[in-house]
């Protein structure tokens, strides 16, 4: 897919005094400041391979200077060294715009090693990057083995190589597609003052399932559009969807009670947790109740607060026609969905449920919004839902609380 044109003078140009390189065993965490305006929850991948390069496309939402990149050995289980990161524009596939590739280094130098479970980002590198443009990090390691940290499902194409091609603008090395992200988990720009973020911790329906792959059609990514044209200080989108993932149990990823602290609350200036999920807890008829799954969402709003950071909830969607529907999970949806709009727990609610569901059974998707398996929307499903959300309540007011109530479906 060829990116939208971007002037390349206006991204990344290193200024003559940077710091000289040098090796370390380990880098000092970074700078927390900034504005995250990419990010992808990891999770356990397959075993690293040493010596491979992974070139990673990634749209961003908000724009700035001070690129910084956050790369992750999460789920690792012993040291892992990047010997080699860039960063730059694409062109179309693997091939990068000329004059735009620059390397980025950790507290000053080029080589970095992360202890099992760690993340780390990188310097800011100085120079501009645009709003809603693809970024392309370049990493190898030398000697990657074991669980690789990363999110398996991108719905975005990036590219595997044998060997350190990283600093290349040419795609000619990079001859492996791949539909998974590997080792970067965040990227973040110094925004205008006051600006900030909205994180969205979800399953795949915040993932994206059933949306079209390569064209940012996600419902974050729709919700990015519209915070980039609207009046509001809340420009940066952190989409920590996860496909399978649950509120209460680990499964496909941590829960989202684990994960919130790495995934959401350390993300550099996000000022409203955005919260749907629930739906991979109620089906899986595993003995969740209605109870259980409003006490987690409970915790997650607690620990949001006591964060200093507003948290807005999602109705869960209709989900009749899908395989594991039966009128006992249909009735803890209807159950939580009652907390959910009524509780007072969170800053404001969106009502995701009335935006998909068919007037005609309200258990099930409207066709015009149903991807096609009757769970996850398809595009027109997906900008939906960014059109319900309320931008104002994203900017975290104080003393307000609401339920947004959008029209009533249309067949």
């Known amino acids: 897919m060829r990116a939208a044109p971007v002037p390349v003078a206006v991204l990344l140009t290193l200024v003559a005094c940077q710091p000289a390189p040098r090796e370390t065993p380990a880098a000092a965490p970074a ?25 990673l496309v990634v749209h961003t939402s908000v724009g700035g200077t001070g690129v910084r990149v956050r790369l992750s050995n999460a789920f690792g289980d012993r040291p892992l060294t990047f010997d080699s990161v860039y960063a ?11 004059g735009s590739n620059r390397r980025l280094t950790f507290d000053g130098a080029r080589t970095v090693t992360l202890p099992a479970g760690s993340t780390v980002w990188s310097d800011p590198l100085p120079g501009r990057l645009p709003a809603a443009t693809n970024l392309v990090v370049s990493v190898h390691s030398p000697d990657a083995g074991g669980p690789a940290s990363g999110h398996w499902m991108a719905l975005q194409t990036s590219y595997a190589s044998k060997g350190d091609h990283t600093a290349e603008e040419s795609g000619a090395a990079w001859t492996v597609p791949t539909g998974s992200w590997f080792y970067l988990d965040a990227v973040s720009v110094r925004a205008p003052a006051g600006t ?26 729709y919700l990015a559009r519209r915070l980039q044209r609207a009046d509001t200080a809340v420009k940066g989108v952190a989409n920590e969807g996860m496909a399978g993932n649950k509120v209460l149990a680990d499964g496909p990823g941590q829960s989202a009670l684990n994960r919130l602290e790495r995934d959401v ?61 039966d009128p006992a999970a249909e009735a803890v949806r209807q159950e939580v969905n ?26 099930r998707m409207l066709p015009a919004l149903d991807g096609g398996d009757h769970i996850h929307p398809n595009d027109k499903g997906m900008q939906a839902m960014a059109d319900a959300v309320d931008l104002t309540a994203l900017d975290c007011g104080t003393g307000r609380r609401q339920t947004v109530s959008p029209p009533s479906p249309r067949a």
């Not at 909205?198 to 399932?209: E, K, N, R, Y």
């Not at 749907?276 to 259980?292: L, P, R, S, W, Y």
């Not at 409970?298 to 395989?323: E, L, M, Q, Y």
């Open 31 to 55: 700078d927390a400041s900034g504005v995250i305006t990419w990010a992808a929850s990891a999770d356990r991948m397959g075993d690293g391979v040493a010596g491979r390069g992974y070139r």
């Open 88 to 98: 730059g524009l694409q062109k179309q596939g693997a091939e990068l715009r000329p």
């Open 196 to 221: 900030a973020a909205v994180a969205a911790l979800g399953d795949s329906i915040t993932d994206g399932w059933q949306s079209t792959s390569e064209l940012n059609r996600r419902w974050p990514d």
């Open 265 to 325: 609350l350390s993300q550099p200036g996000v000022r409203t947790v955005f919260l749907f999920q629930g739906v991979n807890d109620i089906k899986a008829h595993t003995g969740v109740t209605a109870e259980d799954l409003i006490e987690g969402y409970r915790a997650i709003a607690d620990r949001v607060h006591a964060a200093g950071k507003c948290v807005v909830g999602a109705t869960v969607g209709p989900f009749k026609g899908w395989h594991e529907w």
């Open 338 to 363: 009652a907390f959910l709009r009524t509780s007072g727990r969170f800053d404001a609610v969106t009502d995701f449920d009335r935006v998909l569901r068919s007037p005609y059974d309200r258990a």
